[in-house]
């Protein structure tokens, strides 16, 4: 602020803006030398190793479990203050605690950790590193005065001190007395009491240093309005001031929906002109909010930077370390390692790999590492494990060699320096840039004591030493951008419009959690105290008022887990003084694309609005161009008529993009699929748009299905004498049939190509296998659930299903296949001659063909398994299913000899349904009053109908379904938002679909028309 004010009026080359510490620094190094200052990082290890040897003393308050990283915090700020109050040895310390009420214990549990902290100081820490207490002591104490030191310093402007520590005091008296001094407080009812009261320190240091004190009042109207304001907080019985505009109070039902306001206003004022310099979002509950910070900006397009204070692990160079340590747990995470793979910063493996780990670690739903190495290829399995075993020396080896191993890791293997540099750019960049330095902090604190002797394993020191560490980012990258900052940063800045969000008492203010320990020392000692928060908030929230024009503060009405939220006590208190009362209510302003689209939508004429929007620049050309054509494909999606958007391509287009030679020989499903809905099959077929992988636990339905259908067709195939014509399980007492089922199983899982594991996989070869004999296999892990198994699953039910059918029928073929192309198998083609002489060739397997010649006519009884529910038969009698007439004219080509032509036919499903639903419904014949029936739909319906579907296929007939929603899927459907299934529109459009001609449509839902009507017309 004071830079801003002097650049405007002044030479900015003549005003340097810096740190007191920065410049203590320089000071120092002027005196006495260049100098390394001990780093905060090298400080905090020195009191985590003291605290280790505290604790691992046999008496004590603090003997017993290894200091934690929150002890650490609380002891290592505690060291500064004794090393600021120039307590520089144990005994000073022991002196000070003398004849205090402080309890015994404490006094002495503080002093003998400070001995050590000091001994380890000593002994590990170079003689040429200097502490902050040192180095601001060696200046308030040089020979020189520091006007000599510095001729060119003209006068020294102190901002930004409300509070001074005893080592910064002295600095100040010391400049007092050599050079011309002007100190900036901002004060808002003249000092020591109210909101000033934490600002008291400061004054007294300025009244006993004789400061001439010049006060200055706000000059412009919001400066002296909020001025009125901040004058009255806690005042008793102030008179109500009123409130102008400028200061809001805007109440949301949400966190998220409070950024979501505050996106809007911003956008709204960045629309009207304003800088974003001169905005800023004043954040308080940093942590809570920076989610919804970031996602609700990016999609808003507010140009942003946050700068403020975060955790190292939130960055990406941090989540590699954390990645990594967790990494060399003994049975280490698959997320540990999705999450290392994933991170922008790391490169050790091509993007394809990394996706295939996370992909293989999601379908295999392990939690750990190991089972994943199965389901990647060799090389990356090698670069995992020995990634692995390098990081094994954290938890076996010393401290010196893990720090080596970590540093080689991040340095040699994914030069982790040059990503960070490389990374985005601006203020994005310059937290993983900082956040790399503070890695480097971390491991040359350890370098530097490697000596210490420690109980702790590497891991355990690593862990704790990289938990928590705060980052900042320095001011400054802000330019062109609105700042998003803490409470404590945005003192001493001034903008025109700050909006202050989540103002809770869950944020604001915050006073930390610190063992009763050190409230009791504080108490006793107050020079040891580190500050009241709630007077240091009342102070920041005042003087962020008094520096801005505007101020808009929004609180949620609840948390993000729906708890109910407290507003600040300042809220309360700026409510007692103003009377303000929050605006409520939804914000449905338009303040993203997604806002503009749902405003869109209401319209009545959607297409004009876009334009409009086009024409203002909301949306770009490109997006206007999509969104209209998007509205013109929902619109003609929308009638029941045959449009450009409905999927009817032109008959010359069909012959290039999927001709005869490509959609033939049909399979049964094939046809079911294109009758089932044309649209879908020809996205699925024709454009080859594949589903999106989606991630399994279980074998997917697809699987289950193939790997029982090859069980139950190898149970019989085995068993098959080839003299014999079908297999007689009679012959076969359960127990050897039982094994026999048990063993075919175990092989074909061990040879199927899916691999699963996890609970909900040991389920579902319960759900299959209960009921067999174990025969020494582990075939699933029985017992607790979520995987009880059925007594009976479905391989046991099925045997004894077969057991129990009584009638001569025995089981004669076992995928029988039909039609050319097959894999194992060289049949020839087999087509279905349709009355008009045209043919349509079709392959395929018939499951299952039982035989039976006692009687006096032969019978032939076609099986189609399903592990889904089966079919209705009515539903192959309305054209819409084939496998069973399609399988039942293909026998006449698989059995031998005449049976086909002097059998009776029957053809039904068999539907063996994990876990034990098996059921054999009647077959198709039972639709038909007679064989010679069955066999006039066979010869004449059905190869007119697959005809007609054949034509429909090359008429380039894709439209949406016909079938009722639930009949084609729709539920499933990856297009059925674009899809208008209603049942009332339904009909319309298969009306238009019949008139038009071109179509196959099927029986089923022609209203006027069933299989008798149509075999009568025959
Ligand atoms: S939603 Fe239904 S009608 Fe639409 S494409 Fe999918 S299956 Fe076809």
Request: glycine share 6%.
């Amino acid at each position: 602020m004071v830079e801003d004010s002097w650049a405007a009026s002044h030479d900015p080359l003549r005003l340097r803006a810096e740190t007191l510490d920065a410049v203590v620094r320089e000071w120092y190094e002027n005196l006495y030398g260049p100098v390394q200052p001990l780093t905060g990082q090298l400080n905090r290890r020195l009191t985590e190793f003291a605290l280790d040897r505290t604790t691992a003393e046999t008496t004590g308050v603090l003997a017993g479990e290894p200091a934690s990283a929150a002890l650490a915090d609380s002891f290592n700020s505690r060291f500064s203050l004794f090393d600021d109050a120039r307590i520089g040895t144990a005994d000073a310390l022991a002196a000070e605690f003398e004849g205090s009420p402080l309890d015994d214990r404490i006094a002495t549990a503080t002093v003998d950790a400070y001995r050590h902290y000091r001994d380890l100081h000593a002994d590990h820490v170079d003689e040429w590193v200097c502490t902050r207490g040192e180095m601001f002591n060696a200046v308030s104490t040089a020979d020189q005065p520091l006007s000599k030191l510095f001729p060119e310093l003209d006068v020294v402007v102190l901002s930004g001190y409300h509070e001074f520590r005893p080592v910064e005091r002295r600095v100040v008296e010391r400049l007092v007395d050599d050079l011309p001094i002007i100190a900036l407080l901002p004060l808002h009812q003249g000092g020591q009491t109210g909101v000033d009261a934490v600002a008291e320190d400061a004054i007294d240091v300025y009244e006993s240093l004789n400061f001439e004190t010049v006060e200055l009042e706000p000059t412009d109207g919001a400066g002296q309005a909020f001025g009125t304001i901040t004058e009255a907080l806690y005042r008793p019985d102030p008179d109500v001031i009123s409130v102008s505009d400028s200061l809001r109070w805007r109440k949301l039902p949400t966190p998220e929906r409070e950024i979501r306001f505050v996106a809007r206003e911003l956008r709204t004022e960045l629309a009207d002109g304003r800088d974003p310099d001169d905005l800023a979002v004043v954040v308080p509950g940093t942590e809570a909010y920076s989610g919804y910070v970031e996602d609700t900006f990016d999609t808003f397009d507010i140009p942003y930077v946050t700068t403020a204070a975060s955790q190292l692990n939130r960055t990406f160079t941090g989540s590699v370390v954390h990645d990594l340590l967790n990494l060399a747990e003994p049975d280490p995470r698959a997320e540990d390692l999705t999450s290392l793979l994933a991170n922008p910063l790391v490169d050790v493996v091509d993007s394809d790999l990394a996706s295939a780990v996370t992909a293989a670690a999601r379908r295999r739903d392990t939690v750990s590492v190991s089972p994943l190495l199965d389901d990647v290829d060799d090389e990356a399995a090698a670069l995992i494990q020995d990634l692995l075993a390098t990081l094994e020396t954290l938890r076996t080896g010393d401290i010196e060699g893990a720090t080596e191993t970590l540093r080689r890791l991040l340095d040699d293997r994914f030069d982790l320096e040059t990503a960070t540099e490389d990374y985005a750019s601006g203020a994005e960049q310059a937290v993983e840039g900082r956040a790399y330095d503070l890695v480097d902090e971390v491991l040359s604190s350890f370098e530097s004591l490697a000596a210490v002797s420690s109980d702790l394993s590497p891991l355990a020191l690593f862990t704790r030493a990289f938990d928590g560490v705060p980052i900042r980012v320095p001011q400054g990258a802000a330019g062109g951008h609105v700042e998003v900052m803490g409470m404590l940063d945005a003192r001493m800045r001034s903008f025109e419009k700050v909006f202050l969000v989540g103002l809770t008492s869950e944020h604001f203010p915050v006073t930390p959690e610190r063992p009763a320990f050190f409230e009791e020392m504080t108490d006793a000692h107050p020079r040891f105290d580190t500050g009241d928060e709630r007077l240091r908030g009342r102070y920041l929230f005042a003087t962020l008022l008094a520096n801005v024009d505007a101020l808009t503060i929004t609180t949620p009405e609840t948390g993000d887990d729906e708890s109910t939220v407290i507003r600040s006590p300042v809220l309360d208190e700026l409510q007692r003084v103003t009377g303000i009362e929050p605006e409520d209510g939804v914000d449905d302003r338009v303040g993203s694309r997604e806002d503009l689209f749902r405003h869109v939508a209401e319209t009545t004429d959607r297409r004009a609005a876009v334009s409009r929007a086009g024409d203002r620049g909301d949306l770009s050309p490109e997006q206007t161009k999509r969104t209209d054509r998007g509205l013109r494909c929902a619109a003609n999606r929308g009638t029941a008529g045959l449009t450009d958007h409905d999927g009817v391509l032109a008959p010359e287009t069909v012959a290039e993009v999927y001709p005869p030679s490509e959609r033939e020989p049909y399979s049964a499903s094939r046809i079911e699929r294109y009758v089932e809905c044309g649209f879908k099959f020809y996205a699925d077929n024709v454009l080859g748009i594949e589903d999106p992988d989606d991630v399994e636990v279980v074998p997917t339905p697809l699987e289950t299905g193939s790997y029982v259908h090859d069980v139950l067709e190898r149970f019989y195939a085995d068993l098959q004498d080839e003299a014999e014509d079908g297999v007689d399980l009679a012959a076969f007492d359960r127990a050897t049939l039982t094994a026999h089922l048990q063993e075919i199983a175990v092989e074909e899982l061990r040879n199927a190509d899916f691999d699963y594991d996890g609970l909900f996989y040991e389920r579902w070869k319960a759900e299959l296998f209960a009921g067999l004999d174990d025969g020494g296999h582990t075939l699933y892990e029985s017992g607790v659930k979520p995987h009880e198994a059925p007594e009976e699953g479905l391989f046991a039910t099925f045997l004894d299903n077969e057991r129990s059918r009584d009638g001569a029928a025995r089981p004669h073929l076992f995928e029988a296949p039909f039609g050319e192309g097959l894999p194992d198998s060289d049949a020839g083609p087999f087509t279905v001659e349709r009355p008009n002489g045209s043919t349509v060739s079709v392959r395929g397997y018939i499951d299952r063909v039982d035989v039976s010649r006692d009687g006096e006519q032969p019978t032939l009884t076609l099986y189609d398994y399903k592990t889904g529910r089966a079919p209705y038969m009515t539903k192959t009698t309305g054209g819409t299913k084939f496998q069973l007439p399609i399988y039942l004219l293909a026998a006449d080509d698989v059995v031998d000899g005449d049976l086909f032509d002097q059998g009776l036919l029957s053809a039904t499903y068999y539907q063996v349904r994990p876990p034990n639903d098996l059921k054999v419904p009647r077959g198709v014949e039972s639709k038909f009053d007679s064989e010679a029936e069955l066999r006039r739909f066979l010869d004449d319906i059905v190869p007119e109908w697959l005809g007609r579907i054949d034509e429909s296929i090359a008429n380039g007939q894709f439209h949406t379904s016909l079938l009722s929603a639930r009949g084609a899927n729709c539920r499933y459907c990856d297009y059925r938002r674009a899809c208008d299934v209603r049942h009332h529109r339904k009909r319309e459009f298969v009306d238009e679909v019949r008139d038009d001609g071109a179509a196959y449509v099927p029986l089923r839902v022609r209203d006027d028309e069933d299989i008798e009507a149509v075999m009568s017309d025959d």
